[in-house]
């Protein structure tokens, strides 16, 4: 069954429909993928083996009554462990979570056991999504499937490389300023980041509350826009959801087209500092997309040479006061120490040997800016940038349908290489970033090699417009496709266990 795990999850989904494999078999190929390459790549802190394969044969035993089902049933997922899952631990990477169950499901979860998806699993990521490598988890890093040696991105670089390496058609992610799509980038995924409150929250364990967005990672642009229309869609339980139904995504993705379309390049993330190779497979893109018909003009956004600043003392402010309940005495670890064990020596206690270093720095400089001596100068400032920055797309989307640039400035780099250097690390996220802070949808596809390394291609679109992002991602994937004659995770020989 070796072939089930480099399908699609539409062609997938189509064989499962009419009978030529049954659930039970491609959600058990996937279980022998992770079992024979996981170990070597560590995406998984969790396998569901026993409720995936049940939940198989009830698709099996459902389609044979002839009953209707949803089209991705049967179509196994893996769910990263920020989002909480009943029956399953969730951790958030970090080691004052280890064992913790919940006692329910987040919206999205309960979504995919409403289609009958079998979860195959929870993936990992940088402790509390605090991180770009998915080097910061306290169960060890994840590395990439093209080159065990790098980083497969982050803070999401578990449900990445499962999907990279098909031990997964379909994943689920969290994306604060870049953690679907940068991962998606350097392991030659797709993902996608929906505007902000399209996908429903509750139940996703928040590290910036005003930052935080659920999305999918798949292989294709179809597959993002099959499992963007499950999991989308308002929901009471998340007073930040919106009304608006979710829209024709996969009528989008399966038409795809860019002629008439504007696309706008912005100055601000291309060019200087970022990779020669990733500059050409750019540059290589924007005149496909020239021959398809689009129109091609570039766009400036002055202030988002602020937005690396700005986020990286939103973010820290929001973590701060979202990871305080983590004190010992509620949920999680408890680390009583010697002597007198008052709340607050428990609490320090705890949160010492429970919180990793980037976790740790974070909340310090989170703290810090929201102190009453320094709100204004800090956090105050930071949100009247962020405010600049939804101008400039304001007046960006005047001028462009969608705009375009690299979706990282590099390929992956090594593990440990940027460890020792949290600035250079954050730096990962520049292009990610902005669409964050003002709350609008990006997707990154795969956009060819740079030195036998992924490189991501980034669209964003105004909010609530997430079905432009498919239509523009799909017309220049078809056109890469034709280039290379197959999508590039099916041209890869050199991931890991591939033959």
């Known amino acids: 069954m070796a072939e089930l795990i ?48 049940l939940v198989a ?22 769910v990263k462990d920020l989002i909480v899952t009943k029956g399953q631990p969730t951790t958030a990477g970090s080691k004052i979570l280890e064992g913790w169950h919940s006692p329910y ?23 509390f999504a605090m991180g770009s490598s998915t080097e910061h988890s306290a169960y060890g890093p994840t590395r990439n499937p093209w080159d065990l040696d790098r980083v497969p991105g982050g803070s999401g670089g578990g449900s990445a490389a499962a999907v990279a390496a098909f031990e997964a058609p379909l994943a689920l992610g969290t994306d604060t300023g870049g953690s679907i799509r940068q991962p998606g980038a350097v392991t030659g995924t797709v993902g996608v980041k929906p505007t902000y409150g399209g996908v429903s929250r509750y139940g996703a364990i928040a590290m910036a509350s005003s930052l935080d967005q659920i999305g999918p990672v798949s292989r294709t642009v179809l597959d993002a826009a099959l ?6 869609g308002h929901d009471p339980h998340d007073s930040t959801s919106l009304t608006d139904p979710v829209g024709a995504l996969v009528e989008a993705a399966r038409n795809g087209d860019v002629e008439g379309m504007k696309i706008g390049i912005i100055k601000e993330l291309h060019g ?12 290589e893109a924007l005149d496909l997309l020239r021959t398809a018909g689009a ?3 570039e766009v400036s956004c002055p202030n988002f040479k602020y937005a690396l600043g700005a986020y990286y003392l939103i973010m820290p402010s929001e973590a701060s006061s979202n990871l305080a309940k983590y004190d010992g005495v509620r949920f999680g670890l408890r680390v009583v120490p010697d002597g007198a ?39 105050g400032s930071a949100q009247k940038v962020r405010t600049l920055i939804q101008r400039d797309f304001d007046a960006a989307f005047g001028q462009a349908d969608v705009l375009i640039s690299p979706t990282t400035p590099t390929t992956a780099f090594k593990l440990g290489e940027k460890l020792d250097d949290p600035l ?49 991602g799909a017309a220049l994937e078809s056109l890469l496709e034709g280039q290379w004659g197959g999508p590039l995770l099916a041209q890869a020989p050199e991931i890991v266990g591939v033959k």
């Open 424 to 472: 250079a690390m954050y730096l990962n996220d520049v292009a990610t970033i902005p669409a964050n802070m003002a709350g609008i949808p990006g997707i990154s596809i795969p956009g060819g090699l740079a030195d036998g390394l992924p490189v991501g291609i980034q669209f964003l679109a105004p909010a609530r417009q997430d079905a432009r992002l498919y239509r523009a």
């Open 272 to 283: 200087e500092g970022y990779q020669a190779g990733v500059e050409h497979r750019f540059n």
């Open 341 to 379: 064990p008052t709340i607050e020596r428990v609490m320090g206690a705890t949160r010492a040997a429970g919180f990793g270093d980037e976790v740790k720095r974070r909340i310090i400089l989170g703290t810090y800016a929201l102190s009453a001596g320094y709100y204004d100068a800090y956090y």
């Open 105 to 127: 499901d987040a919206t999205v979860v309960s979504r995919l056991r409403a289609a009958k998806m079998p979860i195959l699993g929870k993936t990992n990521l940088d402790e």
């Open 6 to 53: 480099r399908l699609s999850a539409a062609v997938l989904a189509e064989k499962l429909a009419a009978g030529e494999v049954s659930a039970v078999e491609a959600t058990q190929a996937h279980l022998d993928r992770i079992e024979e390459v996981d170990g070597a790549i560590n995406a998984f802190l969790h396998v569901n083996t026993a409720e995936a394969l």
């Open 295 to 297: 129109e091609i003009v």
């Open 57 to 78: 044969a009830d698709v099996d035993k459902t389609r044979s009554t002839g009953d209707a089902l949803h089209p991705l049933a049967g179509v196994p997922i893996a």
């Open 227 to 232: 499992l963007h229309e499950i999991i989308g």
